[in-house]
């Protein structure tokens, strides 16, 4: 899925990196837990939260994720914004709550994946 | 590559909001030497979660980062409270995070588990009141 269609299905505003919308995701994750995220590796994977602080973008940088989007209406931090540039990863935010948000990337066929075993 | 090739890191373990800039200054440096991004992509967060776990548990800690012709191996120490049974911390869901911490994102009990999970070898030494030791190591090979 591209990530021009994830802020399409959304209705998210775009915060950084608007180059960067023509590319692809192929996964997603949802969580405000971090190291539940960090459990999840996947190529090329869009990470959706509620939670708003530096971690949330390093851990995308981490997992080499292209895009965040912040549910709810959370809005990142400027030093977030600064962050994500550097890591060229779109950033995006949208009204609806964490459930709706997944349900609606889910139901369009951008599925999750599994965990790694340990 | 013939010599091995050493990183070096103070964690500061007064400030949450920087914590995590020594692994994304090593995914940097990985990248930098070539290495394969699925690698640098493991030896990150191993190093990313341990160097968390410094800040939220232990007041922070020095990392040391040594690539070879191998392997690359990370190393994390602290003057921590120590990890009381190793063995139940490595436990998926096993916490002992504050609220506060809970709040910031972190707390889920799946970072050494991360650890684990990202790496060929992890070994765990600590003891209470002195602090922790962690090796990890992820293989090129
Ligand atoms: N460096 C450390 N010093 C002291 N205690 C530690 C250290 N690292 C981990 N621990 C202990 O081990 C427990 C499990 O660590 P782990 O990283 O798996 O989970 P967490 O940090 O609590 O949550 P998460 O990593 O999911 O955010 C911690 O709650 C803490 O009690
Ligand atoms: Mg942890």
Known sequence: ?118 | MSEALKFHFDVDGTDFTSAGQASVQIKKNLRQLGIAPDIIRRVSIAMYEGEINMVIHAGGGEADVTVTEDCIEISLRDHGPGIKNIEQAMQEGFSTATDTIRTLGFGAGMGLPNMKRYTDDIQITSEIGKGTDIVMRVNLK
């Open chain 1, 1 to 118: 899925m591209k990530i021009s269609a994830i802020k399409e299905l959304l209705d998210a505003e775009l915060i950084c990196c608007e180059e960067n919308l023509n590319e692809n995701v192929f996964s997603a994750c949802g969580s405000d837990m971090m190291s539940d995220v960090l459990a999840y590796v996947k190529d090329q994977a869009v990470l959706l939260t509620g939670l708003v602080n530096s971690q949330v973008v390093r851990t995308a940088e981490m997992m080499d994720m292209r895009c965040i989007v912040f549910v709810r209406s959370k809005m990142p931090t400027a030093e977030m914004i600064e962050l994500a540039k550097e890591a060229n990863i779109v950033i995006m935010a949208t009204k609806k709550r964490m459930y709706e948000a997944c349900g609606i990337l889910y139901s369009n066929g951008l599925v999750g994946n599994k965990v790694r075993d340990v």
